[in-house]
Protein backbone atom coordinates (compact mmCIF):
# COMPACT_ATOMS: atom_id res chain seq x y z
CA UNK A 1 0.00 0.00 0.00
CA UNK A 2 2.10 3.02 -1.31
CA UNK A 3 1.13 6.73 0.22
CA UNK A 4 1.08 9.82 -1.11
CA UNK A 5 4.39 10.35 -3.23
CA UNK A 6 5.80 13.76 -3.86
CA UNK A 7 8.68 15.22 -6.21
CA UNK A 8 10.62 16.44 -6.13
CA UNK A 9 11.66 16.56 -2.28
CA UNK A 10 13.71 19.70 -2.87
CA UNK A 11 14.18 22.53 -5.33
CA UNK A 12 16.01 25.77 -5.13
CA UNK A 13 15.35 28.18 -7.45
CA UNK A 14 16.43 31.84 -8.31
CA UNK A 15 13.48 34.49 -8.07
CA UNK A 16 11.63 34.67 -11.24
CA UNK A 17 11.80 30.72 -12.20
CA UNK A 18 9.27 28.79 -12.89
CA UNK A 19 8.61 25.44 -10.53
CA UNK A 20 6.47 22.17 -10.69
CA UNK A 21 5.93 19.52 -8.37
CA UNK A 22 4.36 16.56 -8.85
CA UNK A 23 1.98 14.47 -6.55
CA UNK A 24 0.87 10.78 -7.10
CA UNK A 25 -2.06 10.12 -4.72
CA UNK A 26 -3.03 6.93 -3.28
CA UNK A 27 -4.15 5.02 -5.94
CA UNK A 28 -7.97 4.69 -4.58
CA UNK A 29 -8.02 8.21 -3.30
CA UNK A 30 -10.62 10.39 -5.61
CA UNK A 31 -9.88 13.54 -3.49
CA UNK A 32 -6.39 15.47 -3.54
CA UNK A 33 -5.16 18.35 -1.62
CA UNK A 34 -2.36 20.87 -1.94
CA UNK A 35 -0.92 22.50 1.12
CA UNK A 36 1.58 25.17 2.06
CA UNK A 37 3.54 25.08 5.51
CA UNK A 38 5.40 27.86 6.70
CA UNK A 39 7.91 27.91 9.43
CA UNK A 40 6.07 27.56 12.48
CA UNK A 41 2.74 27.52 11.33
CA UNK A 42 0.26 24.64 10.42
CA UNK A 43 -0.44 23.36 6.84
CA UNK A 44 -2.59 26.31 5.02
CA UNK A 45 -5.01 24.61 2.51
CA UNK A 46 -4.69 25.96 -1.22
CA UNK A 47 -6.77 23.84 -3.26
CA UNK A 48 -8.36 20.76 -3.84
CA UNK A 49 -9.56 18.47 -6.44
CA UNK A 50 -12.39 15.56 -6.90
CA UNK A 51 -11.10 13.40 -9.39
CA UNK A 52 -10.20 15.62 -12.44
CA UNK A 53 -12.54 18.85 -11.25
CA UNK A 54 -10.87 21.93 -9.51
CA UNK A 55 -13.46 22.29 -6.97
CA UNK A 56 -12.07 24.95 -4.87
CA UNK A 57 -9.07 27.58 -4.45
CA UNK A 58 -7.97 29.19 -0.75
CA UNK A 59 -7.37 33.27 -1.98
CA UNK A 60 -3.91 32.08 -1.12
CA UNK A 61 -3.57 30.51 -4.52
CA UNK A 62 -2.41 33.94 -6.76
CA UNK A 63 -2.50 33.84 -10.24
CA UNK A 64 1.01 32.93 -10.44
CA UNK A 65 -0.21 29.44 -9.09
CA UNK A 66 -1.87 26.78 -11.16
CA UNK A 67 -2.49 23.40 -10.54
CA UNK A 68 -4.03 20.07 -12.53
CA UNK A 69 -5.09 16.77 -12.49
CA UNK A 70 -5.37 15.59 -15.66
CA UNK A 71 -7.16 11.98 -15.46
CA UNK A 72 -7.95 12.53 -12.00
CA UNK A 73 -5.11 10.70 -11.06
CA UNK A 74 -1.17 12.78 -10.36
CA UNK A 75 -1.41 16.11 -9.91
CA UNK A 76 1.15 19.24 -10.75
CA UNK A 77 1.07 22.08 -8.95
CA UNK A 78 3.33 25.19 -10.59
CA UNK A 79 4.68 28.35 -9.78
CA UNK A 80 5.40 31.10 -12.29
CA UNK A 81 7.77 34.02 -11.83
CA UNK A 82 9.02 32.70 -7.99
CA UNK A 83 9.04 35.52 -4.97
CA UNK A 84 11.37 34.73 -1.89
CA UNK A 85 7.84 34.67 -0.47
CA UNK A 86 7.10 31.33 -1.93
CA UNK A 87 9.79 29.77 0.42
CA UNK A 88 7.92 26.91 1.81
CA UNK A 89 6.58 23.25 2.12
CA UNK A 90 4.16 22.12 -0.54
CA UNK A 91 2.43 19.61 0.86
CA UNK A 92 -0.23 17.35 -1.10
CA UNK A 93 -2.59 15.11 0.67
CA UNK A 94 -5.05 12.30 -0.64
CA UNK A 95 -8.57 11.27 0.76
CA UNK A 96 -11.26 8.67 -0.48
CA UNK A 97 -14.22 11.08 -0.33
CA UNK A 98 -17.31 9.15 1.09
CA UNK A 99 -19.62 12.29 1.51
CA UNK A 100 -18.51 15.10 2.88
CA UNK A 101 -18.46 14.23 6.77
CA UNK A 102 -15.80 12.07 8.27
CA UNK A 103 -12.86 12.01 5.46
CA UNK A 104 -9.31 11.55 6.51
CA UNK A 105 -6.71 13.12 4.62
CA UNK A 106 -2.78 11.72 4.20
CA UNK A 107 -0.69 13.74 3.33
CA UNK A 108 2.78 12.74 1.36
CA UNK A 109 6.01 13.97 2.51
CA UNK A 110 6.45 17.85 0.84
CA UNK A 111 8.40 19.18 -1.45
CA UNK A 112 10.58 21.97 -0.13
CA UNK A 113 10.71 25.10 -2.26
CA UNK A 114 13.64 27.66 -1.54
CA UNK A 115 13.73 31.09 -3.46
CA UNK A 116 16.70 32.76 -3.44
CA UNK B 1 -8.73 34.31 11.04
CA UNK B 2 -7.09 31.29 12.96
CA UNK B 3 -10.14 28.93 13.81
CA UNK B 4 -8.24 26.50 14.87
CA UNK B 5 -5.94 27.67 17.55
CA UNK B 6 -3.24 25.47 19.85
CA UNK B 7 -1.76 28.13 22.16
CA UNK B 8 0.66 25.92 23.95
CA UNK B 9 3.80 26.04 20.90
CA UNK B 10 5.89 23.75 23.08
CA UNK B 11 5.28 20.76 26.04
CA UNK B 12 8.13 18.81 27.84
CA UNK B 13 7.16 15.48 29.62
CA UNK B 14 9.00 12.83 31.49
CA UNK B 15 9.07 9.51 30.22
CA UNK B 16 6.05 7.20 30.98
CA UNK B 17 4.49 10.12 32.03
CA UNK B 18 1.05 11.46 30.13
CA UNK B 19 1.20 14.13 27.66
CA UNK B 20 -1.58 16.49 27.19
CA UNK B 21 -2.06 18.65 24.24
CA UNK B 22 -4.77 21.42 23.82
CA UNK B 23 -6.61 22.79 20.83
CA UNK B 24 -9.51 24.98 20.82
CA UNK B 25 -11.48 25.89 17.58
CA UNK B 26 -14.13 28.96 17.09
CA UNK B 27 -16.29 27.52 14.41
CA UNK B 28 -19.48 26.08 15.39
CA UNK B 29 -19.39 24.32 12.00
CA UNK B 30 -16.84 21.68 12.77
CA UNK B 31 -17.50 18.50 12.97
CA UNK B 32 -14.85 16.01 12.62
CA UNK B 33 -11.79 16.83 14.11
CA UNK B 34 -8.04 14.98 13.51
CA UNK B 35 -4.57 14.98 14.99
CA UNK B 36 -1.27 14.60 13.14
CA UNK B 37 2.01 14.04 14.03
CA UNK B 38 5.23 16.13 11.87
CA UNK B 39 8.91 15.02 11.99
CA UNK B 40 11.12 17.96 10.83
CA UNK B 41 11.14 17.81 7.16
CA UNK B 42 8.79 14.80 6.54
CA UNK B 43 5.11 15.37 5.92
CA UNK B 44 2.34 15.03 8.73
CA UNK B 45 1.25 11.96 9.65
CA UNK B 46 -2.39 11.20 10.55
CA UNK B 47 -2.97 9.81 14.01
CA UNK B 48 -6.15 9.88 15.13
CA UNK B 49 -9.70 11.33 14.84
CA UNK B 50 -12.94 12.09 15.95
CA UNK B 51 -16.11 13.13 15.10
CA UNK B 52 -18.68 15.82 16.74
CA UNK B 53 -21.07 12.89 17.69
CA UNK B 54 -18.51 10.81 20.11
CA UNK B 55 -16.73 12.52 22.59
CA UNK B 56 -13.78 10.21 23.18
CA UNK B 57 -11.89 8.00 21.03
CA UNK B 58 -9.29 5.64 21.92
CA UNK B 59 -6.61 3.90 19.46
CA UNK B 60 -3.63 2.07 21.58
CA UNK B 61 -1.68 5.29 23.74
CA UNK B 62 -3.64 7.45 21.98
CA UNK B 63 -6.90 8.87 23.27
CA UNK B 64 -8.93 12.41 21.35
CA UNK B 65 -11.21 14.52 23.81
CA UNK B 66 -14.18 16.28 22.29
CA UNK B 67 -15.71 19.28 24.76
CA UNK B 68 -18.28 20.67 22.00
CA UNK B 69 -19.51 22.88 24.21
CA UNK B 70 -16.68 24.37 25.49
CA UNK B 71 -15.00 23.87 21.40
CA UNK B 72 -11.59 22.00 23.04
CA UNK B 73 -10.27 19.21 22.14
CA UNK B 74 -7.38 17.05 23.73
CA UNK B 75 -4.94 14.59 22.74
CA UNK B 76 -3.63 12.41 25.46
CA UNK B 77 -0.75 10.35 24.96
CA UNK B 78 0.11 7.77 27.44
CA UNK B 79 2.38 6.70 28.12
CA UNK B 80 4.81 8.87 26.84
CA UNK B 81 8.13 7.18 24.74
CA UNK B 82 10.89 9.51 23.56
CA UNK B 83 9.70 8.35 19.77
CA UNK B 84 6.75 10.69 20.39
CA UNK B 85 8.61 13.67 20.14
CA UNK B 86 7.15 15.78 17.39
CA UNK B 87 4.78 18.57 16.45
CA UNK B 88 1.28 17.35 16.88
CA UNK B 89 -1.29 19.41 14.75
CA UNK B 90 -4.73 19.26 15.21
CA UNK B 91 -7.15 19.87 12.13
CA UNK B 92 -11.05 20.49 11.71
CA UNK B 93 -13.42 20.36 8.83
CA UNK B 94 -17.04 21.01 8.38
CA UNK B 95 -19.40 18.39 7.23
CA UNK B 96 -21.15 20.44 4.88
CA UNK B 97 -17.97 21.94 3.27
CA UNK B 98 -15.84 19.04 4.28
CA UNK B 99 -13.06 19.86 1.83
CA UNK B 100 -11.05 22.22 3.33
CA UNK B 101 -9.19 20.99 6.90
CA UNK B 102 -8.09 24.20 8.88
CA UNK B 103 -5.03 23.40 11.02
CA UNK B 104 -3.82 25.07 14.07
CA UNK B 105 0.08 25.68 14.35
CA UNK B 106 1.28 22.99 15.99
CA UNK B 107 2.38 22.01 19.62
CA UNK B 108 5.85 21.24 19.67
CA UNK B 109 6.23 18.00 22.29
CA UNK B 110 9.35 16.67 23.81
CA UNK B 111 9.73 13.47 25.37
CA UNK B 112 12.79 13.09 27.85
CA UNK B 113 13.95 9.78 28.74
Known amino acids: DTGVSQNPRHKITKRGQNVTFRCDPI?????LYWYRQTLGQGPEFLTYFQNEAQLEKSRLLSDRFSAERPKGSFSTLEIQRTEQGDSAMYLC??????????????FGEGSWLTVV | DQQVKQNSPSLSVQEGRISILNCDYT??????FLWYKKYPAEGPTFLIS?????DKNEDGRFTVFLNKSAKHLSLHIVPSQPGDSAVYFCAASAGNTGNQFYFGTGTSLTVIP
Open chain 2, 27 to 32: NSMFDY
Open chain 1, 93 to 106: ASSLAQGAFGNTIY
Open chain 1, 27 to 31: SEHNR
Open chain 2, 50 to 54: ISSIK
